[in-house]
């Protein structure tokens, strides 16, 4: 007999539950007190501020692609179109600029990185993720980090299409951590067993950046 309550014995189904032991992924908070929700030494900013290294790199949605490799045992590769086929999520967030702006409510549309995970299938001993971005730049991730459950690779802002000096195509968005690491212009996705810094992380920029805790230089 089959039991209908028992789910699938696929490769997913274990990953996840051996995620639920280990009690991963439990980083991302969605909500915080009113009190607790701009973090120490900021402040709020209502327009947008355009940072990065200085150059938009000129990629269509027609040109775009993502890679996914690595520690993975289902490498993904997709066109624009295929990126958008998949689940797509709606998610409220705040930005933290370690350059101490902070702008509330910010909707995205996109994949949630969660969703990105089941379809590619991290290996056991994956614990980091490196994005690579079109215009040459890196950050580096926890995998806990990157599997937030507000975290997702964004295509669109208030009902938008992502503007090219905000990161469209896509560009990756972390709300819980300070926004060098939510990559603009993302490329490719490689996970890895052992952290390898980005560009700011070798520039003496903090490793992890939880606005909550200051962690905006290395020594902090
Ligand atoms: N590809 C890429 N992503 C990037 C950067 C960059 O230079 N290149 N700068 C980071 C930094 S330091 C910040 S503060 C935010 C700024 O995003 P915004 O320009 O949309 O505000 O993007 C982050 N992502
Ligand atoms: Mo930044």
Redesign the pocket.
Known sequence: MVDDNEPPDSKLTRTKEKWAREGRFLTGKITRPEDQRLPPGQHLTKD??????GVVPPVSRERWRLDVYGAVDAPVFWTFAEFTAQKQARFTSD?H???TWSRYDNEWEGLATRELLAACQPREDARFVVLH???G?T?NLALEDFAAEDALLAHSWSGQPLSA???GPV?LVVPHL?????????QAIEFLTEDAAG??EVRGYHNRGDPWAEQRYSGD
């Open positions: 947008w501020p355009v940072l990065d290294l930005i600029c370690v350059t971005s079109y215009d730049y950050t000096e905000h990161g560009r300070y926004f060098w690491k939510s990559a603009k212009w993302l560009f700011w």
